[in-house]
């Protein structure tokens, strides 16, 4: 079942995790985005454009303690992230978060489209005023840490390549992976500022040999291990 608002569609992935995104943003800026329902806390995964306010679209337990964690910097990811007050993202990428600079959102590139929306969010909206709030983090992230939200606890994968501060969330009890845009069913990215196909490569013999149930991606379709593999072991195939 999916829901509908003006701005953002959703469907529940399991009893716990919620996919939303934005269907009116332009294909290469519309994300996903996860909200997952924790005994103690409830974590959101990346946070669209911020064309349209994303928290009261989630519905979270009047008083429950939100942790919101970045996958990386770029825009269609981290476009509201300023309306959290416990933002975790990667140390790589701090200072991104603290300034949101077009040079490492890549906002400009979204205002750079002949056609960034299918509708406007809100009718005073135009385009090319289109900019991205900081969002200093909290709490920094770096390999192996760990966000326990009482049930679920992700150990961080430091996953870089698409951007330096790519992370990845990985339940190992469950085997449920979220992989922002290190890898997802869809195109992969490499050859935007900041990208490094080296570190890439280095992500995707990573991602390739990874013991996932389900991976969900920062784009398209949820995962196999199967299908992950697949596409990790293609992109690996095409570098060489």
């Not at 003006?6 to 269907?23: S, Y």
């Not at 800026?29 to 995964?45: E, M, S, T, Y």
């Not at 996958?71 to 300034?99: K, M, N, P």
């Amino acid at each position: 079942m999916t829901e509908r608002t003006n701005w953002f569609c959703a469907e529940q992935l399991t009893d716990t995790i919620r996919r939303i995104w934005e269907p009116h943003v332009h294909r290469f800026f519309r994300a996903n985005l996860f909200h997952v329902i924790g005994k103690d806390v409830d974590l959101i995964v990346d946070f669209g454009t911020g064309l349209a306010p994303l928290r009261p679209f989630l519905n979270i337990e009047i008083g429950k303690p939100v942790i919101a964690l970045a996958t990386h910097v770029h825009a269609d990811h981290i476009g509201s992230f300023h309306e959290f007050e416990h933002r975790l993202g990667h140390a790589a990428e701090a200072d991104g978060f603290a300034g949101m600079e077009d040079a490492v959102t890549l906002a400009h590139l979204f205002r750079q489209l002949s056609k960034g929306v299918e509708q406007k969010p809100a009718p005073s909206f135009e385009q090319d005023d289109y900019a991205i709030l900081p969002a200093p983090l909290g709490r920094v992230l770096v390999e192996n840490d760990t966000v326990d939200i009482g049930g679920p606890s992700y150990r961080v994968l430091h996953l870089p390549g698409h951007s330096p501060g790519s992370i990845g969330l990985l339940d190992e009890a469950s085997g449920i992976f979220f992989s922002g845009d290190a890898i997802y069913d869809g195109t992969l990215v490499d050859d935007l500022p900041g990208c490094d196909k080296s570190a890439y490569l280095a992500t995707m013999r990573r991602l390739r040999d990874l013991d996932i149930s389900v991976a969900y991606g920062g784009h398209g379709a949820p995962m196999s291990r199967e299908r992950m593999s697949t596409i990790a072991k293609a992109y690996l195939d095409a570098s060489t």
